[in-house]
């Protein structure tokens, strides 16, 4: 849980001044530093990107009446404006996911583990 909300909080206060893609620097450290196992890091970092993204994205929709999501859904030929958001939040939390399980393997590749005696 706690990997969730760091993931979600450093993300969040780097895309302030980074591109999108910023997402992956918190993810990968934050993953070497509190995974637990491959698949428990991908999952945090995918539902703390996830999130992060449904809020921001629920704040712009909000925040236009709609109107971006709209016009982004009839680009893409979508059949409904918010499979834009659940379309950006997939996205986003897979990139989140796959960077967080990468800064865990990172540990287990350079870091290793004594074996119990």
């Known amino acids: 849980m706690m990997l969730i909300i760091?993931?979600?909080l450093l993300s969040w206060v780097l895309g302030?001044?980074?591109?999108?893609w910023?997402?992956?620097i918190p993810c990968v450290l934050l993953g070497a530093w509190l995974g637990k196992s491959g698949g428990r890091s991908f999952i945090y970092g995918f539902l703390g990107i996830a999130l992060l993204?449904?809020?921001q994205s629920l704040f712009i929709h909000i925040g236009n009446a709609g109107v971006l999501t709209s016009r982004i859904g009839e680009l893409l030929s979508?059949?409904?404006p918010i499979l834009v958001i659940v379309i950006s939040i997939i996205i986003g939390g897979l990139a989140g996911g796959m960077s967080t399980m990468?800064?865990?393997f990172?540990?287990?590749i350079f870091i290793k583990e004594e074996a119990a005696v």
Do not use: Q
Request: proline share 9%; aromatic share 22%.
């Open 53 to 55: 993204w449904l809020i």
């Open 22 to 24: 910023s997402l992956a």
């Open 6 to 8: 760091l993931v979600a």
């Open 78 to 80: 979508l059949p409904d």
């Open 102 to 104: 990468t800064g865990y």
């Open 106 to 108: 990172f540990k287990k």
């Open 16 to 20: 302030l001044f980074l591109p999108w």
